[in-house]
């Protein structure tokens, strides 16, 4: 049953990815801590390594569907600054105590859910061109340390802010996301194999279900409205949250 429950999250999580642009994270590192008790550090590290190919199957895709949906110059910017933050993420993950990582995630996770379902709303204006590109280097380094510290892919962070802040539609800032997470969920699960916080047999399920997953979650994100999509998954985010916060787990 257990190896049955990985399948089908790795599935779900592919589906989000490629849906929404976030990487995976945000199902797969609740759902190893809450439903299969892992501890949270190796929670975030298998993550990663099963968004790394999860997230390249979604490009792909989502190229086949409309090329003109990824930003590669806004892609590359964001990458330089993520590549910084990947590193420093990895560095606080080993000098911060589960319980207050935990509590942190949570946090992070409730924000995103209620922006997602519109509940917070913040007024924004896009940068003018003279501060367009280091605001993507800042953007990079800050989807950089959520990446490797929460396991999410940093696409909680760059989906929004793309929309609020760089002028990309939807269907762009989905895509483009994608195509940021790839390098910075590799090097962030390069870090996190380095401390053994990799389960390479919840791997073996996770990521062929998910490669699935990641190509539904393309066409859904295509075909089906955004909208839609978004208030499912921040319900899901909101609930998650509750439960992370408040659940019991001392194990480092």
């Known amino acids: 049953m257990k190896k049955f429950n990985l399948l089908i999250l790795g599935l779900l999580a592919g589906l ?26 190796e929670a975030v590290g298998t993550s ?11 490009i792909i ?41 935990k509590r942190l995630f949570a946090l992070l996770l409730l924000f995103v859910g209620l922006k997602i379902i519109g509940v917070i709303q913040i007024p924004t204006e896009a940068l003018t061109s003279n501060t367009v590109y280091f605001g993507l280097l800042i953007l990079g380094l ?14 909680v962070v760059i989906v929004p802010t793309l929309t609020l802040f760089f002028a990309l539609n939807i269907h762009q800032a989905i895509a483009t996301s994608l195509t940021i997470i790839l390098p910075t969920a590799f090097i962030g699960a390069i870090f996190h194999k ?46 998650t949250a509750v439960k992370i916060f408040f659940q019991n787990n001392q194990r480092k």
């Open 61 to 101: 895709t989502h190229y086949l569907i409309n090329s003109a949906n990824i930003r590669l110059k806004i892609a590359l910017f964001v990458i330089l600054g993520a590549i910084i933050g990947a590193k420093l993420g990895v560095d606080l993950v080993n000098k911060i105590h589960s319980k207050t990582l």
């Open 142 to 155: 800050i989807g950089g340390l959520v990446s490797s510290l929460f396991g999410i892919g940093g696409g």
């Open 194 to 239: 380095k401390f053994n916080h990799l389960n390479t047999n919840a791997l073996k399920f996770l990521i062929p279900s998910a490669l699935v997953g990641a190509i539904i979650g393309a066409l859904l994100s295509n075909s089906l409205p955004a909208d839609t999509l978004k208030i499912i998954f921040g319900i899901y985010l909101l609930i």
């Open 16 to 41: 989000c990815s490629a849906a929404l642009g976030l990487g995976g994270g945000t199902v797969i590192v609740p759902a190893l801590v809450i439903f299969f008790a892992y501890p949270i550090k």
């Open 48 to 58: 990663l390594a099963t968004i790394v190919p999860t997230v390249f199957v979604g």
